[in-house]
Nanobody, 121 residues
Framework: QGQLVETGGGLVQPGGSLRLSCTAS???????????MGWYRQGPGKQRELVAT???????VYGDSVKGRFTISRDNSNKRVRLQMNNLNPEDTAVYYC????????????WGQGTQVIVSS
């Protein structure tokens, strides 16, 4: 509980940008590097979907709807993952969740509490 803390959500106009951050404040560095980090989102009346994931060595995967607009990055030394979101549109409105997926099956998976992003004029 409380392993992942997200910040950066809010209200933005279409075409605008936001940056989300997620910090694994309670993890030690060596543990953080054993996790793939990611962002997922759940829009109103929709299922949770993949936004982007990134491995410890920086390999990123993006959902089709955000390719070319969103960029995921991670800073292992600060145990942080970020999502830069550009050219936002109303379909990006959702609660965004940070996820830590372990590379070892016996380790726990973690989710953040979610941060709301609203794209509206």
């Amino acid at each position: 509980q409380g392993q992942l803390v997200e910040t950066g959500g809010g209200l933005v106009q279409p075409g605008g940008s936001l940056r989300l951050s997620c910090t694994a404040s309670r993890m030690i560095f060596s543990t953080f590097t054993m996790y793939d980090m990611g962002w997922y989102r759940q829009g109103p009346g929709k299922q949770r979907e993949l936004v982007a994931t990134i491995t410890s060595d920086g390999t990123a995967v993006y959902g089709d709807s955000v390719k070319g607009r969103f960029t995921i990055s991670r800073d292992n030394s600060n145990k942080r993952v970020r999502l830069q979101m550009n050219n936002l549109n109303p379909e990006d409105t959702a609660v965004y969740y940070c996820n830590a997926s372990p590379s070892i099956a016996t380790m726990s998976e973690y989710w953040g509490q979610g941060t709301q992003v609203i794209v509206s004029s």
